[in-house]
């Protein structure tokens, strides 16, 4: 934590303060601005969200932590184009503080679009999904995802309104959170929680837990989804008919879930499809995309994911891309088994989406032409 703690500073500070060419007072002030940023920065984050935590302190230490990542990424990407204008033949004393000015303006730019990028309502997404079995009397199903809200630290009680009738006008059949509903407890995030929880689905409303329930309190956000009316996937399935057809919803807990130490808690695929029939279709709720080695192993027709945030802020995603081998989107992932990945409704943290816009997704299930016509 240290290295990454000295490597997200001591990088922007080396490569925009003290390699340019800067009159003396500028690099001083900018040296002792870097010494208490870097300082202040773990404070913060202990401030805000340690045993005692603060809201203000968190949204300070979370709203600085993607100010630096942004620093860190472009300082490096100026100083390649450093690099490569000083190769081209400009050796002027100006160019390197030419370069740091623009990346500076840069990040200041990306920090304010990206602000409003997670701020503003998500877009819808329209996916349409082919199932083979998928029986004729469920074709067009209309399955809406929402995911990664993560209600914290700043107040999105009007977002979430507005999220709300956003899903609520694309009347959904289905709808599901696939979990990170909050970073808080219940007592501390209900307000922000409650419009969308209010949302009507025609059939089923299905809601399961992601890993940071298991740092807020999940028994008490599975039990005020419950107390709402949702149908929490603890482990389990539900058999939705329609149209003498018939479609396994299944859902399970996150991956990280047996480490909470929570009794009964911890991914369990075999138990969810315990006594489904295994002629219908399958559409498994799983919070974190590594997750579909399973579903693939267990015929699964379409497993639904969040926990990516498609990286959120670039180029995060391709740490998260690395670790998860799905970012976003729609993917085979072997035999039959398809995955959706969505970019997540919310955002965690730092509040900024950069190149990675958030998503409410329409997944549109369809019966091919030519498929069988019984499940």
């Keep these: 934590m240290v290295a990454v703690l000295l490597l997200l500073h001591g990088v922007p500070w080396w490569l925009l303060v003290l390699s340019p060419d800067w009159p003396a007072p500028v690099t001083v002030a900018g040296t002792v601005l870097a010494v208490l940023l870097a300082a202040g920065f773990p404070y913060a984050l202990w401030r805000g969200h340690g045993r005692r935590h603060s809201d203000r302190w968190a949204v300070a230490g979370d709203?600085?932590?993607?100010?630096?990542?942004?620093?860190?990424?472009?300082?490096?990407?100026?100083a390649v184009v450093d690099g490569v204008a000083a190769a081209a033949g400009w050796h002027e004393p100006?160019?390197?503080?030419?370069?740091?000015?623009?990346?500076?303006?840069?990040?200041?730019?990306?920090?304010g679009w990206g602000t409003w990028q997670a701020r503003r309502v998500p877009r819808v997404r329209h996916v349409p999904v082919d199932l083979d079995?998928?029986?004729?009397?469920?074709?067009?199903?209309?399955?809406?995802?929402?995911?990664?809200?993560?209600?914290?630290?700043?107040?999105?009680?009007?977002?979430?309104a507005r999220v709300a009738d956003r899903v609520r006008d694309l009347q959904p059949d289905v709808l599901v959170h696939a979990g990170d509903m909050a970073d808080g407890s219940v007592e501390q995030r209900r307000r922000q929680a409650a419009p969308l929880a209010a949302v009507p689905?025609?059939?089923?409303?299905?809601?399961i837990t992601g890993n940071h329930e298991y740092f807020s309190g999940a028994a008490d956000w599975i039990r005020y989804m419950q107390d709402e009316g949702w149908t929490v996937l603890h482990n389990r399935h539900v058999v939705l008919?329609?149209?003498?057809?018939r479609l396994v919803l299944a859902g399970v807990d996150d991956r990280t879930a047996a480490g909470s130490g929570l009794p009964g808690h911890g991914a369990d695929l075999p138990r969810a499809l315990r006594g489904a029939d295994a002629d219908l279709p399958v559409v498994l709720l799983a919070h974190q995309p590594?997750?579909?080695?399973?579903?693939?192993a267990a015929g699964v027709d379409l497993q639904l994911s969040g926990h990516t945030h498609g990286g959120q802020i670039w180029p995060f995603h391709l740490l998260v891309r690395l670790e998860q081998e799905a970012l976003a989107g729609l993917s085979r992932a072997g035999g039959r088994t398809q995955l959706y990945t969505s970019r997540g409704t919310g955002f965690w943290g730092p509040p900024f989406r950069v190149f990675a816009p958030s998503e409410i997704t329409v997944l549109?299930?369809?019966?091919?032409?030519?498929?069988?016509?019984?499940?």
């Design 63 to 78: 709203t600085w932590l993607g100010l630096v990542w942004l620093l860190f990424s472009w300082s490096v990407i100026g």
């Design 94 to 111: 100006s160019r390197s503080v030419t370069v740091a000015v623009v990346v500076l303006v840069w990040v200041a730019a990306l920090a």
């Design 133 to 160: 079995r998928l029986g004729a009397g469920l074709h067009g199903l209309r399955l809406v995802l929402v995911t990664d809200t993560h209600f914290g630290p700043i107040d999105r009680a009007g977002w979430s």
């Design 201 to 207: 689905a025609r059939y089923a409303r299905l809601y």
């Design 241 to 245: 008919e329609r149209g003498g057809d």
């Design 290 to 296: 590594k997750q579909v080695a399973d579903a693939v």
């Design 364 to 375: 549109e299930l369809r019966r091919p032409q030519g498929g069988q016509t019984e499940a």
